[in-house]
């Protein structure tokens, strides 16, 4: 259709509000959320960039009660949980997924209070405009950039800054090393859900909920939530070395653009991505098919994503002690590392169908 | 001085075993085990002065001993030596720079065509390495065979001095200032079990960080380094840029104003309790110290918090002009103010662990 056709009928494109109506005020979704959507948001909200994870950690690990026989942080900040198994012949299986999210560190702050920072992970600074970064302390900035003989069209990084409305530098309620995430708060369209960290977060509640459903598991599960996952996967291996799994399953983010001009053909609802390769790894072929045939048994829905264009926690862990057999499976999310990461409802409901499939498998 | 020897050896990263025997000589007197790893690294120990009631805490404290230099790849017939560059070198600082060449430091210039024949563009383009030659004095390929072969290794010429106030300049003050300190640090009784690690190969990807790391598996990491000093160019930047708007600047560290504290870097989140423990002290005994500029440069403790299940780790550096160039300066007050904190600091990292 022509922007023109479109044109032609506006009314049916437009639906008409009653302006005075509740459904119109930011109150009305949330409550309508399940209990699931309601852990979510809990997770999205949570502060945890980089380096900076201890509250989002806590929450998983108030959210693991009951659900873990061990909970432990190793002496990287990786929270490691233990589900024991019945029956002998069980495996060691290790589930990792990341705690933190990118963000930015404040790196020196000017006479006038405003502060410049750098990236923590792979945030595109176009994203940043107009955007807000939150401090631990709750201390807001908001982007703002540099005009004055600045190319439009491109923008980098040094030529931002975060303004936090204070009038001199000694009234900034943060320091320079100060961690900052974006904030975007989490709603549900339908099944579409989106936030702030979503994806990575989506992973820690797959990971939650799968144990949740599973009254028995037939192998000792180790859940990780890996810490400093998004500034180049630092944390996963410390973990794989210290558990020495028989076989490790990653669940993170994958990037779906299933949106005009995008550029990967994993799309949302679809079903989670079983991954071949990433930049630093070639998912191991035992995991791959321990992933494959569950999702054919059990008719879940699957896509594969041939060549992830990030690295993750899997090649640290891969590469752990003599080699640690290990998949990983993408949760397919748009809008990757901005404040509105875009994830949907039936791709996060089969990766934990597909997770409880594997082990619920005694014969792994 | 000791820093003045260190500065003078010569280590090109692979290339360590001047600076290696000299700092052996150094442990020999004061240290309880010592070894040479694979790689070249010094793995030494000095015990607890105290066994306490606690299990023996490890503390690996290291410094890299390789400096940024150059390869001899190949000789040409006119006797001229081709190079490569071993580090992170900037191309427009090498012509006309003397540099030594191989065990037997063979003196040696990088050429460049004189500005009498250099036209106009010539002289404001950088001359890439790779089209420089080294100048022996040589007559020809079999004159220049007899002194060198394919796979010297050569080094800036600077000789180490004091200059200024209280400052010196040398080649390989990164790292060897950190070398030094270690050196000092070993001098000392500590209530917990010192692993002074001297590392190889830093300068071309901290590949001998990571085997120390896992032969020592230690408790915590603290890596003293020289890190980039930019006060003096942001001035000349600042003073340049006078027609276009500057941007806001703030120096990555400042010479004379304390050792420097990472929070960050490009491979490190310091561990926040041990850099906590380092700047509390330094407030406590009243020792100047300063952060350095978040999320810039990197050091051996980008692969040593990685190691086994995580070292938590944290970095401490004397801030250096110009480093890999033929002349860094240092602060010598901020040298004598980085073995204070380090010295003051390290008992503290167990109970900042456990806090």
Same mark, same amino acid.
């Given at each position: 259709?022509?922007r023109k056709?479109?044109q032609? %009928?506006p009314?049916a494109?437009?639906?008409t509000?009653?302006?005075a109506s509740a ?8 409550a309508?959320l399940?209990?699931f959507?309601?852990?979510l948001?809990?997770?999205?909200a ?9 509250p989002v950690r ?5 959210e693991?009660k009951g659900?873990?026989?061990q909970?432990?942080?190793?002496a990287?900040g990786n929270?490691?949980a ?5 029956g002998?012949g069980?495996k060691?299986i290790?589930l990792?997924?990341p705690l933190d999210?990118i963000?930015v560190m ?8 405003f502060?410049?920072f750098?990236l923590l992970g792979?945030?595109n ?5 107009g955007a807000?970064?939150?401090?631990e302390n709750?201390a807001?900035g ?5 005009t004055r003989?600045?190319? *439009?069209?491109?923008?980098e990084?040094?030529a931002l ?5 204070a ?30 960290a979503l994806g $990575? *977060?989506?992973s820690?509640a797959v ?5 949740r *459903?599973?009254?028995?598991v ?8 890996t810490?400093?996952s998004a500034?180049g996967?630092? $944390? ?9 799994p ?6 993170a983010?994958a990037?779906?653009q299933d ?5 990967s053909?994993l799309?949302l609802g ?7 390769q990433?930049q630093?790894m ?5 995991a791959?098919q321990?992933l494959?045939?569950t999702?054919r *048994? ?8 041939a060549?992830a264009?990030h ?8 590469a752990?002690?003599?080699g640690?057999?290990?998949? %990983?499976?993408?949760?397919?999310v ?13 791709d996060?409901?089969?990766?934990i ?8 498998n005694?014969?792994l | 001085m000791?820093?003045?020897k260190l500065?003078n ?11 290696r025997?000299?700092?052996?000589a150094h442990l020999q007197?004061?240290?309880d085990e010592?070894r040479?790893?694979?790689l ?15 299990a023996?805490?490890?503390i690996l404290v290291?410094?890299?001993?390789d400096?940024?230099g150059f390869?001899i790849t190949h000789i040409?017939r006119?006797?001229?030596?081709r190079?490569e560059?071993?580090g ?8 006309a720079?003397?540099?030594l ?5 063979v003196?040696?210039?990088i ?5 009498h024949?250099?036209t106009?563009?010539e002289r404001?383009?950088?001359?890439a ?17 007899r002194?060198?072969?394919?796979g010297?290794?050569?080094t ?7 200059? !200024?106030d209280?400052c010196?300049r ?5 790292d060897r200032a950190g070398c030094?300190l ?5 001098r000392e ?6 692993y ?13 960080a990571r ?7 230690p408790?915590a990491?603290?890596v003293?380094e020289?890190t980039?000093?930019?006060?003096a160019s942001?001035?000349s930047r600042a003073r340049?840029a006078?027609s276009f708007p500057?941007r ?5 560290t400042?010479?004379?104003? !304390?050792p420097a504290l990472t929070?960050?870097?490009r491979?490190?989140l310091?561990?926040?309790g041990l ?9 406590a005994e009243k020792?100047?110290f ?5 999320l810039?440069?990197s050091t051996?403790? !980008? ?6 299940g995580?070292?938590?780790s ?5 801030p250096?002009r ?11 007050d ?7 904190l380090a ?6 990292f167990?109970?900042?662990l456990?806090?």
């Amino acid at each position: 259709m022509t922007r023109k056709e479109t044109q032609r %009928a506006p009314a049916a494109h437009f639906p008409t509000f009653d302006l005075a109506s509740a459904s119109l005020s930011d109150a009305a979704p949330s409550a309508a959320l399940t209990p699931f959507q309601a852990l979510l948001k809990r997770l999205s909200a949570a502060y945890g960039p980089s380096g900076s994870e201890d509250p989002v950690r806590e929450l998983v690990r108030a959210e693991l009660k009951g659900l873990a026989d061990q909970i432990r942080t190793d002496a990287f900040g990786n929270l490691i949980a233990l589900r024991k198994g019945a029956g002998s012949g069980r495996k060691k299986i290790m589930l990792a997924a990341p705690l933190d999210e990118i963000g930015v560190m404040v790196t020196f702050i000017d006479a006038r209070g405003f502060a410049r920072f750098d990236l923590l992970g792979a945030v595109n600074p176009l994203t940043l405009l107009g955007a807000r970064a939150q401090f631990e302390n709750g201390a807001i900035g908001i982007f703002g950039r540099e005009t004055r003989g600045a190319p *439009r069209a491109e923008i980098e990084t040094d030529a931002l800054f975060l303004d936090l409305g204070a009038a001199a530098a000694d009234a900034l309620p943060v320091q320079v090393g100060a961690a900052a995430c974006l904030t975007g708060e989490f709603r549900a369209a339908d099944n579409f859900l989106y936030g702030k960290a979503l994806g $990575g *977060r989506a992973s820690c509640a797959v990971l939650l909920e799968t144990w949740r *459903r599973l009254k028995r598991v037939a192998h000792d599960v180790y859940c990780v939530f890996t810490v400093q996952s998004a500034v180049g996967a630092r $944390g996963a291996g410390a973990a794989a070395f210290a558990l020495q799994p028989d076989v490790a399953f990653v669940v993170a983010p994958a990037s779906a653009q299933d949106f005009p001009g995008g550029n990967s053909n994993l799309a949302l609802g679809q079903g989670p991505a079983i991954v071949i390769q990433d930049q630093d790894m070639v998912a191991s072929a035992a995991a791959r098919q321990i992933l494959l045939q569950t999702a054919r *048994r059990a008719a879940l829905p699957y896509q594969i994503q041939a060549r992830a264009t990030h690295g993750g926690d899997g090649a640290p862990i891969q590469a752990a002690r003599e080699g640690i057999v290990t998949g %990983a499976l993408g949760l397919p999310v748009r809008y990757l590392h901005t404040p509105s990461e875009m994830a949907h409802a039936s791709d996060i409901e089969n990766t934990i169908e597909l997770l409880c499939g594997v082990l619920s498998n005694k014969t792994l | 001085m000791l820093l003045e020897k260190l500065s003078n050896a010569r280590g090109v990263s692979g290339d360590e075993s001047a600076v290696r025997a000299l700092i052996a000589a150094h442990l020999q007197k004061h240290v309880d085990e010592y070894r040479v790893d694979a790689l070249g690294n010094i793995l030494a120990v000095k015990r607890a002065s105290k066994r306490g009631a606690r299990a023996p805490f490890r503390i690996l404290v290291a410094a890299h001993m390789d400096e940024v230099g150059f390869l001899i790849t190949h000789i040409d017939r006119d006797g001229l030596l081709r190079f490569e560059k071993i580090g992170g070198i900037d191309d427009r600082i090498l012509p006309a720079q003397t540099v030594l060449i191989g065990a037997q430091a063979v003196p040696g210039v990088i050429g460049l065509k004189p500005r009498h024949l250099s036209t106009e563009s010539e002289r404001k383009q950088v001359v890439a390495a790779d089209a420089l030659r080294i100048d022996l004095g040589a007559s020809g390929r079999a004159d220049a065979q007899r002194v060198i072969t394919p796979g010297a290794y050569a080094t800036f010429a600077t000789q180490f001095s004091t200059f !200024g106030d209280n400052c010196a300049r040398g080649k390989a003050l990164d790292d060897r200032a950190g070398c030094a300190l270690l050196c000092e640090l070993v001098r000392e009784n500590f209530p917990f079990d010192l692993y002074a690690v001297f590392t190889t190969q830093e300068e071309i990807g901290l590949r001998g960080a990571r085997v120390a790391g896992h032969a020592v598996a230690p408790n915590a990491a603290l890596v003293l380094e020289a890190t980039i000093c930019d006060d003096a160019s942001i001035r000349s930047r600042a003073r340049a840029a006078q027609s276009f708007p500057p941007r806001a600047q703030a120096p990555i560290t400042q010479l004379g104003a !304390g050792p420097a504290l990472t929070l960050a870097d490009r491979r490190l989140l310091a561990h926040k309790g041990l850099t906590r423990a380092i700047a509390e002290t330094a407030r406590a005994e009243k020792i100047p110290f300063q952060y350095k500029q978040p999320l810039v440069g990197s050091t051996d403790a !980008g692969i040593l918090h990685r190691v086994r299940g995580g070292v938590p780790s944290a970095v401490l550096s004397v801030p250096a002009r110009y480093i890999h160039s033929p002349a860094a300066v240092i602060s010598l007050d901020d040298f004598q103010n980085a073995l204070k904190l380090a010295r003051a600091a390290l008992p503290k990292f167990a109970d900042a662990l456990d806090a």
